[in-house]
């Protein structure tokens, strides 16, 4: 499926932002991996989508090499991405939910009339992903921008395009963030879904609780690095926050202050409360007599 070696790809500044990544993913596999934003998963996640490009290290899926590869072959590989920005990489929000809805399938000729597009079935194409993933407020599918949907109604478009090409390999970049509660569920049972029919699964995630819920095999990235390796089962919630941080848990206790050692020659007859009194007194007693001679 997924077989990613050595990935580096630079932020958007020109650092470096990914050091060497090594990732894999299995056919029906949700890989999570969990971390703090502004720690790579941006720039990991459109380097696997090839809108991004690499600046070292191999990747492969399904054996085909896309290291440096235009997007369109990695589209054309069976590469499906739900990005974090929905307005920006996920839509053309001023084109119609329509256009939307097609924008990858056309490319397999399901729609052609001739060198035209036949829209009477790209309609109907559109309007059965509106049904099939209840995404509300489009009356008419010519008619609504998908600008002018929801948040949630807009990401439920986006996955339904990008899940109905049956894709080998979905990267979902916080793929319910700013979504009500009723389409977080959905998009997370549809993901799951996907995954029972084969599809490898990256998902990158800030919410433990989902990446706990939805993967099969969790990677902690912390500063371009992937620093722990767990599995939902034997996560700890604490561990992951620790590890999501860049702390340690291994630490050991400071050692403490050593005790130190009496004088040399004080040997065990360390004074008691009340010595010094009874000294001086002796010493005045002795002082006393030597005057009365």
Do not use: W
């Amino acid at each position: 499926m997924l077989d990613a070696t050595g990935i580096r790809a630079a932020d958007d500044r020109g650092i470096n932002a990914l050091d060497s990544l090594d990732l894999t993913v299995r056919e029906g596999e949700v890989v999570g991996i969990a971390g703090v934003s502004g720690n790579g998963q941006t720039e990991l996640a459109e380097a696997l989508a090839g809108i991004r490009e690499m600046t070292g290290g191999d990747l492969r899926v399904n054996s085909t090499d896309l290291a440096g590869a235009s997007p369109r072959a990695f589209v054309d590989a069976g590469i499906s991405f739900v990005p974090e920005d929905r307005l920006q990489y996920g839509c053309a929000e001023e084109l119609s939910v329509l256009h939307n809805a097609g924008m990858k399938a056309y490319r397999e000729g399901r729609f052609a009339d001739g060198p035209l597009l036949d829209y009477d079935e790209l309609g109907s194409y559109a309007e059965s992903l509106i049904e099939e993933f209840d995404i509300r407020g489009v009356s008419d599918v010519t008619d609504i921008d998908a600008g002018d949907l929801s948040g949630g109604n807009l990401q439920k478009l986006i996955l339904a395009r990008e899940l109905d090409r049956d894709p080998d390999l979905l990267i979902a970049n916080q793929p319910t963030r700013g979504v009500d509660v009723g389409a977080i569920e959905f998009i997370r049972e549809a993901i799951l879904e996907q995954r029972e029919q084969g599809t490898g699964i990256v998902l990158i995630s800030e919410d433990i609780d989902e990446i706990t819920d939805l993967s099969d095999r969790i990677l902690v990235l912390y500063e371009g690095e992937f620093v722990y390796e767990t599995t939902p089962e034997a996560a700890d919630r604490e561990r992951l926050g620790i590890e999501m941080t860049g702390s340690r848990v291994d630490d050991e206790p400071a050692d403490a202050p050593e005790a130190v050692a009496p004088p040399a020659g004080a040997g065990s007859d360390t004074a008691e409360p009340g010595d010094s009194a009874e000294a001086t007194d002796s010493t005045t007693d002795v002082a006393a007599a030597g005057d009365g001679d």
